[in-house]
Nanobody, 125 residues
Framework: QVQLVESGGGLVQAGGSLRLSCAAS????????MGWFRQAPGKEREFVAA????????LYADSVKGRFTISRDNAKNTVYLQMNSLKPEDTAVYYC??????????????????WGQGTRVTVSS
């Protein structure tokens, strides 16, 4: 069982930056692939970024490629999403998700077994 808690959301102006964190419980965090998803008001949840258990492989949605960076610190049981050059269309609730053990990154939300409660990001124009 893995429990995930996101933090770091907030209000930021367009062009600004935020770093989201997702703290995971459990001794097997280092064996889990992790993903970030987001859901804007009135829209379906969409893939943002994912990282393999080792951190050696990453995936990004085209809409965030070059602006967002996913990383992980297995010693701290934490995965991060560094978001730069934020746009109003990045406004959403951001969720982290976990799947494992021993699996690679995947953009499908249905692939993940564990989800956090989400953290809200609002980008003003």
């Amino acid at each position: 069982q893995v429990q995930l808690v996101e933090s770091g959301g907030g209000l930021v102006q367009a062009g600004g930056s935020l770093r989201l964190s997702c703290a995971a419980s459990g001794r097997t965090f280092s064996s889990y692939a992790m993903g970030w998803f987001r859901q804007a008001p009135g829209k379906e949840r969409e893939f943002v970024a994912a990282i393999s258990w080792s951190g050696g492989s990453t995936l990004y949605a085209d809409s965030v490629k070059g602006r967002f960076t996913i990383s992980r610190d297995n010693a701290k049981n934490t995965v991060y999403l560094q978001m730069n050059s934020l746009k109003p269309e990045d406004t959403a609730v951001y969720y982290c998700a976990a799947q494992g053990p021993g699996s690679g990154p995947d953009p499908r939300s249905t692939w993940y077994d564990y989800w956090g409660q989400g953290t809200r990001v609002t980008v003003s124009s």
